[in-house]
């Protein structure tokens, strides 16, 4: 075994989103499909016989107690009462707070990644049930297919999705996620529908329930979205406020990124349906 793995932390698009109720806890239940794509973060897991968890690349704005990469080394840590730890790097090329999952997907990536660099032997089911405490993303992360998800998040199917490319662009603008959640005119009452019907409905029957009030409280959101949808159907992801467009050839969502770029953070990239974390160990 080294005693030292570098592995991706990809991003995630919500293909469509539907909030379908409130539990007693305030958590919304969603009906989405999440579709990873090939855009990653980088991380560095080195084993430390000393047991400390050290994070060697702090992130702006984010104080390492809180940062979910430190939160998962030390969750895991405790869970799995192991007197070994860990330096962790992190090249971050994700967007934070964007709707993406960086976060999430971060510390699915460490708790993955140790479980291995510790030799624990830790089923995907148990780190999956360990990272929703650290977010309800995470488990689609460790998951590592396209998958519907229901409940907050953490119910998942494994689906095959279309793997288009994807224009994807971050608005100038920190949208809450909480904000979002707590927002009176936030549509909570869509219908469930099973899963069979959206897939079958496909690309042109899928929305983001969000999509509304976040486009109506953060006018950025708004106009970057008026514009993508000039060129290709386009829709929000997560809560926001990143924005997709779904283009067929990778030379079309090329050149909109780079027109994109002009004015904002724009990237093009690939849907996957499994995840290059998963590749990546070997599963
Ligand atoms: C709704 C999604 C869809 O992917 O949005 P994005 O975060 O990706 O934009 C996610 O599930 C979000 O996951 P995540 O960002 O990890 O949310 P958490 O930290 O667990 O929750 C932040 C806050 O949002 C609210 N929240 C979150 C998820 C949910 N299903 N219902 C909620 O009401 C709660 O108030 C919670 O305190
Ligand atoms: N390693 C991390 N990467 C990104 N954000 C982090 C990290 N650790 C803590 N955070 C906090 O989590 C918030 C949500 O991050 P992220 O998962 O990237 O966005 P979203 O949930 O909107 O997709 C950020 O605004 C940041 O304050």
Redesign the pocket.
């Known amino acids: 075994m080294s005693a030292s793995l570098t592995l991706p932390a990809p991003a995630?698009l919500?293909r469509m989103?539907h909030i379908v109720g409130r539990r007693d806890d305030?958590?919304?239940?969603?009906q989405?499909l999440?579709q990873i794509i090939d855009l990653s973060d980088s991380l560095t897991l080195t084993l430390r016989e000393d047991g400390n968890i050290h994070l060697s690349t702090p992130l702006d704005g984010v104080a390492c107690e809180d940062n979910l990469i430190v939160r998962a080394a030390r969750l895991l840590q405790r869970h799995a009462n192991t007197t070994q730890g860990a330096t962790l790097a992190i090249d971050k090329r994700l967007p934070m707070g964007g709707?993406l999952?960086g976060?999430?997907s971060n510390a699915a990536t460490v708790l993955a990644g140790l479980n291995k660099l510790w030799q624990l032997g830790l089923s995907s089911e148990a780190l999956a049930k360990l990272g929703l405490e650290l977010?309800?993303?995470?488990p689609v992360f460790i998951h590592g297919h396209s998958a519907w998800a229901e409940g907050?998040?953490e119910k998942l199917t494994t689906v095959t999705l279309d793997t288009p490319w994807f224009v994807i662009i971050h608005p100038a603008v920190s949208v809450s996620?909480?904000r979002v959640?707590?927002d009176p005119e936030l549509t909570r009452d869509s219908r469930p529908i099973t899963m069979a019907r959206a897939l079958q409905g496909g690309a042109s029957e899928w929305r983001n329930d969000c999509e509304a009030v976040v486009k109506k409280r953060y006018p950025q959101v708004a106009e970057a979205l008026d514009w993508l949808a000039r060129y290709a159907p386009s829709r929000l992801?997560?809560?926001?406020g990143c924005l997709f467009a779904t283009f067929e050839s990778e030379k079309a969502a090329r050149t909109v990124a780079e027109l994109a770029g002009q004015r904002w953070p724009a990237w093009a990239a690939r849907g996957l349906n499994t995840s290059p974390l998963q590749d990546a160990l070997g599963c």
């Open positions: 995630k919500n989103l305030g958590y919304h239940e969603l989405t999440f709707g999952g976060g999430s977010g309800a993303d995470v907050v998040g996620t909480p959640f707590q992801t997560g809560t926001g």
